[in-house]
């Protein structure tokens, strides 16, 4: 949460520096320590043999890219507060969106 708090920070003081540098920056840094965590702990596996999970995997890119580029936008035109609400609705979205296109209902006990 503190981490968060203080990216929301950064990213309002960085309101005049293009979008696309910003979002780069993020995804530079958390690939590098992506590799890092996963080159340390040995469980970096590439999916060379499933099709759809390489697929999956450039979707997840994908929309992670999206989503922190929209993020950043948000934060130069709008207040942050207001931000950080909508950001917090992100748990409530994954929910509803889990049971309906997973057909997976909330269970407290799985």
């Not at 708090?5 to 520096?17: D, G, Y």
Request: one cysteine or more; charged letters at 10%; proline letters at 2%.
């Amino acid at each position: 949460m503190v981490l968060t708090t203080l990216v929301m920070i950064v990213m309002r003081k960085l309101r005049h520096v293009n979008v696309t540098l910003i979002t780069l920056s993020f995804a530079s840094w958390g690939m590098v320590a992506a590799l890092i965590l996963c080159l340390h702990n040995g469980v970096f596996v590439f999916p060379y043999d499933n099709l759809t999970h390489v697929l999956l995997l450039i979707a997840s890119g994908a929309t992670s890219f999206l989503g922190q580029t929209f993020l950043t936008l948000g934060l130069k035109y709008e207040n942050a507060g207001v931000v950080a609400l909508l950001t917090n609705f992100a748990v409530v979205f994954s929910f509803i969106f889990e049971y309906i296109f997973l057909h997976i209902s909330p269970d407290i006990y799985r």
